[in-house]
Nanobody
């Protein structure tokens, strides 16, 4: 599976961005998807996840109500819509695929098998 993340950029606090993660080699219908982020000097952290088939989603408390994970099966692309951005959202954002059956512990970085290259988001105050 190859993942290509895009859509990052420099925005002001309160603005919105939509990140995209295009996949090749495997359809999103058969895997769980996740978005993570890593700020400078910090560990990679969970942002959002979508269960295979798109039947459920989950979010980190820090982004709940502001970010939305979605997918377009025709384009084999997963999105992360980010609204009301804050300076603390500044990070490199990564999409990831988890190919096992289990969806539990979706916030654990080590459970994901494939990663995109990351796209940088900078939010100025």
């Amino acid at each position: 599976v190859q993942l290509q993340a895009s859509g990052g950029g420099l925005v002001q606090a309160g603005d919105s961005l939509r990140l995209s993660c295009a996949a090749s080699g495997r359809t999103f219908s058969n895997v769980h998807m996740g978005w993570f982020r890593q700020a400078l000097g910090k560990e990679r952290e969970f942002v959002a996840a979508m269960r295979r088939g798109g039947v459920s989603t989950a979010y980190a408390d820090s982004v709940k109500g502001r970010f939305t994970i979605s997918r377009d099966m025709d384009k084999n692309t997963v999105y992360l819509q980010m609204n009301s951005l804050k300076p603390e959202d500044t990070a490199v954002y990564y999409c990831a695929v988890r190919s096992g059956l289990s969806y539990g512990n979706y916030e654990y970085v080590r459970l994901y098998d494939y990663w995109g290259q990351g796209t940088e988001v900078t939010v100025s105050s």
